[in-house]
Every structure is written in structure tokens, then in C-alpha cells.
């Protein structure tokens, strides 16, 4: 099992369930918080917009998620 504990700063994660770049979850973890998973891959980066990049190059834009979210 992969897992995030108490980071030191907000640590942002990918994880995917192969080498083919298959995104499963993706989010963020905070100094106080902890995240585990079971899936095989995790990849953690600190830099927000790095993380970003990588998902917006997967089709994937969270802050769009964020928005509609509020909309409900």
C-alpha cells in the first residue's frame, strides 16, 4: 500500500494503475492529513503547477471539477 503522512508541506499525488499513464485518483494532501491507496503507482510532486500540468496534459482539469462542485 502507498501512503502520504504528514507531509512536511501540501503534497499533491497521481496515482495510476500502470505504466500507460492510467489515472485512477489524483488530489492533495495536507501537513496534517494522511492519504493511502492501493493502487500501484503514486507519484507525488510539491509543485502544484507541475501536478496541474501533468493532469491538464491527461484531460483532466481539477479546477474545472472545483467549479462545478460549487455549483451544486
Do not use: H
Not at 20 to 44: H, K, L
Not at 51 to 58: C, G
Amino acid at each position: 500500500m502507498k501512503n502520504i503522512v504528514n507531509p512536511e508541506q501540501t503534497t499533491y499525488f497521481i496515482c495510476r494503475e500502470d505504466e500507460t499513464f492510467t489515472i485512477t485518483a489524483y488530489g492533495s494532501v495536507e501537513p496534517t492529513q494522511t492519504m493511502n491507496t492501493g493502487q500501484p503507482i503514486m507519484d507525488e510532486y510539491l509543485d502544484e503547477a507541475e501536478w496541474l500540468a501533468i493532469l491538464l496534459e491527461a484531460g483532466i482539469d481539477p479546477t474545472q471539477e472545483e467549479e462545478d462542485e460549487e455549483l451544486l
